[in-house]
Nanobody
Framework: VQLQASGGGLVQAGDSLRLSCTTF????????VGWFRQAPGKEREFVAG????????YYADAVKGRFTISRDNAENMVYLRMNSLKPEDTAVYYC????????????????WGQGTQVTVSS
């Protein structure tokens, strides 16, 4: 399964972005999906996750109330809407997928996209 993340960019604090993740190969509906991010010199950390049906979502405390994960299985897309962005949200954002239950550790996901850079200036 190949994943592709897109939608990153350079924005100012308080702005919004929407990241997209799509897959090539098997239908996305088979997989639970997570978004992770990695800032320079830091560990890759969980941001948000969504079950294959979209019924359940999960968020890191740092983004709860500001970020929203959603999916459109008919379009083979998973989204991460990011509002009220802060400079500390600056990182490379990755989408990941797996058939296992949604996890918060990066090693629980077998399939990864290439990452998209999000830079938030103050």
């Amino acid at each position: 399964v190949q994943l592709q993340a897109s939608g990153g960019g350079l924005v100012q604090a308080g702005d919004s972005l929407r990241l997209s993740c799509t897959t090539f190969g098997r239908p996305f509906s088979r997989y639970n999906v997570g978004w992770f991010r990695q800032a320079p010199g830091k560990e890759r950390e969980f941001v948000a996750g969504i079950t294959w049906s979209g019924y359940s979502t999960y968020y890191a405390d740092a983004v709860k109330g500001r970020f929203t994960i959603s999916r459109d299985n008919a379009e083979n897309m998973v989204y991460l809407r990011m509002n009220s962005l802060k400079p500390e949200d600056t990182a490379v954002y990755y989408c990941a997928a797996d058939e296992s239950p949604v996890g918060t550790s990066w090693h629980e996901y077998n399939y990864w996209g290439q990452g998209t850079q999000v830079t938030v200036s103050s």
